[in-house]
């Protein structure tokens, strides 16, 4: 195997990694800046508030992206397996 080869297996892993997490991360992020926005405007400083909120939202957001997920891990996952007669010659 060569660098470039090892470089570049590494790079599509790292940007799948991204790419799956994105929508819990960024809808987490979401939540989170709405609920802090109704407790500004409210005054209501429960810690307790935020944390409902933003799991039913990520559960909803996970099982809603959960086929588009297993799909970009299982074309990953074939690619590499693809690739193995080149990586070990």
Known sequence: MNGQLAVDLVRQAVMLSLAV????????LLVGVLVSLVQAVTQLQEQTLTFIPKLLALALVFVLTLPWTL???????????????????
């Open 21 to 28: 997490a994105a929508p819990l991360l960024l809808t987490a």
């Open 71 to 89: 799909t970009r891990l299982v074309e990953y996952l074939a690619g590499v397996i693809r690739s193995l007669p080149t990586l070990v010659a």
